[in-house]
């Protein structure tokens, strides 16, 4: 991690939002969307010394953490979100906290770069060669790189680039259209020759955008033209579905860029994914292979390397798919903060406080069964990490400003020394919360009920979110 921040403490700005928000035209709603898992912001660096959220945070949460953690003096800054729903835009109307964190002299991590975050803090000039570069678009160069490789479609040209010199990668066939007309046939055609798909979003995140596409689904739908009528608008990427399964089908491997270009490996780490949708990973001693590790690793460097001599520098990762054979298919490139950068995170904080490499689990959107205020959700979480201590596992909550949402779920991360004890401790929480669901269900009231003067209300019953 000395590469990232030095090894210095570091101000993190959860800007999830206006990230994702800069590939949909500014959208608030995409903006606001982002707000819950902002709160990863705690975990983008191992030792915060301001955190700045777009929502509102409790206590508890950030001193639970500073116990186990040993954070020291963390500033928490909640709530600061502009109309749009943006950070950044909440930021500009705090002028002293602005001053504050100017004054710190502490790195500024940010979930990713931005137009807006880009020009927050940055110094009067731009300094030569450091990737901050301004060019005619008024962008960064580091931005611009980064605007143009979350690009689906550059992705995958780089990957075809750099996969001759890679044995164990093998690229997936992609082609991009741009009309629901040219989709459509292209869907068909692929339906008559029995194959499955994938279609992309040519921006997305976490999976979102991205549907696994079967000759049935075509079928069930009334015909690829009828199912092209769902997807969004705008160019789309039909990719060759990559058939494989097993407990390594989807790897990641994260990396970071340091100022001076040099491209630093982090860490490989194998990511739970729900149809498309990213839930978590599991990063650690032997959780993956050697073999496969290294195809992932030397790949990702190559993609690390190309960023960099474009002026890239930052987190990133490469995502893969495995297949049959145990090649490994690239399917997208971050650049930016990612979900399995907080489980490094967490992991190379308890190494230093307690020795040795911790295995580190994230569940990032676990059904919490019934809407909870601060307090009971306190007492819930509480509960949970006394049994989970008991099987010689630290729980740490991750996400959590989700408890009270219609569909209310939280996120946490799980640190142990063996599989075992992380497998253990996940199906604790999980019965936890699917207790906590069906006590509300039984009685019909949700948390929120007498001990608030709230209306009694039936809680839903908690549902996982598929893309």
Known sequence: MTAWTGGAPAVHIGNVGDFNAQFADGSPAVRRAGGHYACLAAFYSPDPRILVLPRQVDDFWVRELSRVLEWQ???????????????????????ALLERIRRSGLPVITWGRTPESEGLLAPPEPTAGS??????????????VTRRYESKAAAHRLFRTLAPAHPGIVVPAQERLTSRRETARALAARAAAGATVVVKAEYGVGGYGTTVVTPSQIAEAGGARALAKRLARGAVLIEEYVHGSGPLRNLTFDAVVDDKGAVHPVGVGVMDIDGTSYQGVTVGPGTVPDAPAGVAERFAAAVGGALAAEGYRGWYDVDFVMDRAGRLAPVEINLRLTGPAVAFMIQARLARLQGGLPLVRTLDRLPLGARLPAAA??????????????LGV????????????PDPYVGVALAARTSGALDAA???????NEALGRMFLE???SASGPSSGASPRRTRRPRRRRS
Do not use: K, M, N, W
Not at 426 to 432: C, D, F, N, T
């Open 73 to 95: 003096d963390i500033a928490v800054y909640g709530a600061v979100a502009g109309e749009d729903g943006g950070v950044v835009e909440g930021l500009r109307s705090r002028p």
């Open 443 to 445: 009685t019909g009231v």
């Open 131 to 144: 990737g901050s570069d301004v060019g005619p678009d008024g962008l960064g160069q580091a931005l611009r």
């Open 394 to 405: 630290t729980l740490l909550t991750t996400v959590v400003t989700a408890a009270f949402e």
């Open 377 to 390: 959700l306190a007492d819930h979480l509480g509960e949970a990490s006394l049994r989970c201590r008991s």
């Open 426 to 432: 996940e199906a604790v929480v999980r019965s936890a």
